[in-house]
T-cell receptor, first 110, second 113 residues
Framework: GQQLNQSPQSMFIQEGEDVSMNCTSS?????WLWYKQEPGEGPVLLIA?????ELTSNGRLTAQFGITRKDSFLNISASIPSDVGIYFC??????????FGPGTRLSVLP | EPEVTQTPSHQVTQMGQEVILRCVPI?????FYWYRQILGQKVEFLVS????????KSEIFDDQFSVERPDGSNFTLKIRSTKLEDSAMYFC???????????FGDGTRLSIL
């Protein structure tokens, strides 16, 4: 089946630092999404990307849909403690379902 | 903001018993989904439902699983004879149009003893 790769798997950063994570696929997808999951909760949509090359921001978060349509990155600027969680990329599998990546676990140290 | 709600938040069941997980999708949404997340792993697709029928299912969604939309608001996942490996978080999701993102509920934690 379809598979996404995310890197890094986990990261520890100091509060105030910027964060960058990415997601890649061997296949082309036309919709890329970034979700955040906190313990005991469901994934919450952060950013949806619909057009190759598109750069979209949501507060301190910025995500880009790669021009090849095989990758995306998510940046978080000036991290704060509440940014802690697992960040999943997902792709819309041509309207059938969503395929999720394995996630990047973010820890923010005060 | 409208949200997907799931009940119960935690279900503990003996192996071999049937369990029904319930979801109330966002009211004007047309597409409904169930996903599973085993502890520490990624979210995995189980099944999608549109126009009162299953539109897609994964290899995880075997004969033990079924879904139903018994009325205009609920969407349920039934596991007929639970196994230990069914222990996981189960997430319901819905979306309005096929090109819109899915919105997830907070999940039901299913523990099989």
């Amino acid at each position: 089946g379809q598979q996404l790769n995310q890197s890094p798997q986990s990261m520890f950063i100091q509060e105030g630092e910027d964060v960058s994570m990415n997601c890649t696929s061997s296949s082309i997808f036309n919709t890329w999404l970034w979700y955040k999951q906190e313990p005991g909760e469901g994934p919450v949509l952060l950013i949806a990307l619909y057009k190759a090359g598109e750069l979209t921001s949501n507060g301190r978060l910025t995500a880009q849909f790669g021009i090849t349509r095989k990758d995306s990155f998510l940046n978080i600027s000036a991290s704060i403690p509440s940014d802690v969680g697992i960040y999943f990329c997902a792709v819309d599998n041509y309207g059938q379902n969503f395929v999720f990546g394995p996630g990047t676990r973010l820890s923010v140290l005060p | 903001e409208p949200e997907v709600t799931q009940t119960p938040s935690h279900q503990v069941t003996q192996m071999g018993q049937e369990v029904i997980l319930r979801c109330v999708p966002i009211s004007n949404h047309l597409y409904f989904y169930w996903y599973r997340q085993i502890l520490g792993q990624k979210v995995e697709f189980l099944v999608s439902f549109y126009n009162n029928e299953i539109s897609e299912k994964s290899e995880i969604f075997d004969d033990q699983f079924s879904v139903e939309r018994p009325d205009g608001s609920n969407f349920t996942l039934k596991i007929r004879s639970t196994k230990l490996e069914d222990s996981a978080m189960y997430f319901c999701a819905s979306r309005g149009l096929s090109n819109q993102p899915q919105h997830f509920g907070d999940g039901t934690r299913l523990s099989i003893l």
